[in-house]
C-alpha cells in the first residue's frame, strides 16, 4: 500500500507546491514509485512539471465526479518513477458539488478514488489549495501524514493553530491514523533575522515536529534559492533543473527522511 501524504498551508505562497513537486521527484528519484497529485485549481503542480492545458484532457476534477477512473487521468512525466495526477481550473467547479450537503461522505471521496492506484505507488503525494475547504480537507482525509510549510517571513505562523484544530478534528472523527509528519520551513534566508527568528519560534512550539538528517543535529529548512524560483518556468524540478543547488540538496534530504520513516 501506498504512504499518502498531504503537503498543506491555507496561506498562500508558502511553498506547498514547490515542496510537493521537489519531494515527489526525490522520492522518485531513490527509485520509489512516486504519484504527484495535483489538487489545486491553479494546477501549478502540474504546470511545474512541464505540461500546459492543451497536453491533456482529463484531470482530478473528472476523477472526483465520477466520470473518469484514476488510472485514466495519469500522466507520464520526464522524471523516472514519477506519475502525475493533473489538475485544471475546471476543478473550482467541485467545491460546488463537495458543498451540497445532501451528498454522503463528499470527505472521503479522493480516498475512494486513491484505493484504484494504492498498490501501484510507494508514495503519494498530494498538493493542495490555500485553503481550508472541502478540497484540503478531502486531501487530508485521506492521507496517512501532513507536511505543513512555513514561510521563513513574517505572519508565519498566521492561522496555524486553525490548521492544527482542523488536523486534530479530523483525526478524531473520519481520520483517525492522519498524522502531522513535521513542519517545513521554507524560503529560509540566513542573512535575515526575521528567517532566524521564525526557524526559533518553530523550533520553541514544536521541535519534535522539525526534520533531522541526524538526531541532534539541524533541522532540514529550505533556503531561498532563486533555482527553485526558476526551476517551474523550465518545466523541470530544482533537482533536474539544478541537480547540485542548496534547493536540491534540501529536498533530496527531506525524501532521505521520509523513506527512513
Ligand atoms: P499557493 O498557496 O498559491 O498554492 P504555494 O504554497 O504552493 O502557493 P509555491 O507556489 O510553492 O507556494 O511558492 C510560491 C512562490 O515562491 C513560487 O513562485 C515559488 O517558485 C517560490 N518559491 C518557493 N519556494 C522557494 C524557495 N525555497 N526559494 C525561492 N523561491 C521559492
Ligand atoms: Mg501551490
Redesign the pocket.
Known amino acids: 500500500m501506498s504512504e499518502i501524504i498531504s ?1 498543506a ?1 491555507q ?11 521537489n519531494l515527489a521527484a526525490s522520492l522518485a528519484e531513490k527509485g520509489k514509485k512516486v504519484l504527484l497529485l495535483d489538487i ?1 485549481p ?1 494546477s ?1 503542480a502540474t504546470t511545474s512539471l512541464g505540461f500546459s492545458r492543451g497536453d491533456y484532457e482529463f484531470n482530478i476534477y473528472h476523477v472526483l465526479i465520477g466520470s473518469k477512473k484514476l488510472s485514466e487521468v495519469l500522466l507520464e512525466t520526464n522524471i523516472k518513477n514519477l506519475q502525475l495526477a493533473p489538475s485544471n481550473i475546471g476543478l473550482v467547479g467541485i467545491e460546488k458539488e463537495f458543498y451540497n450537503p445532501k451528498k454522503k461522505n463528499r470527505e472521503l471521496v479522493l480516498k475512494e478514488k486513491l484505493k484504484e492506484v494504492s498498490k501501484k505507488f510507494d508514495f503519494i503525494i498530494i ?1 493542495s ?2 485553503a481550508l475547504g472541502p478540497i484540503t480537507i478531502n486531501a487530508l482525509s485521506a492521507s496517512d501524514s501532513v507536511i505543513i ?1 512555513i ?1 521563513c517571513e513574517f505572519f508565519a505562523l498566521e492561522g496555524l493553530a486553525q490548521l492544527l484544530n482542523t488536523v486534530s478534528l479530523l483525526k478524531k472523527t473520519i481520520n483517525p491514523k492522519l498524522k502531522i509528519k513535521g513542519f517545513l520551513p ?3 534566508s540566513g542573512q535575515n533575522n526575521l528567517s532566524k527568528q521564525v526557524l526559533e519560534d518553530l523550533s520553541h512550539h514544536f521541535k519534535d515536529k522539525l526534520f533531522h538528517m541526524k538526531k541532534g543535529k539541524e533541522c532540514i529548512v ?5 533555482k ?2 526558476e ?2 518556468s523550465f518545466g523541470k524540478p530544482v533537482t533536474t533543473y539544478a541537480s547540485t543547488s542548496k ?1 536540491s540538496i ?1 529536498y533530496r534530504d527531506l525524501a532521505t527522511v521520509i523513506v527512513r520513516g
Not at 529550505?222 to 532563486?226: A, F
Open positions: 503537503i498551508n496561506k498562500g505562497g508558502v511553498g506547498k507546491t514547490t515542496t510537493a513537486v489545486d491553479q501549478n498538493d489549495p490555500p510549510p514561510q521554507t524560503m529560509y529550505v533556503p531561498r534559492n532563486v527553485i524560483a526551476s517551474p534547493g534540501a
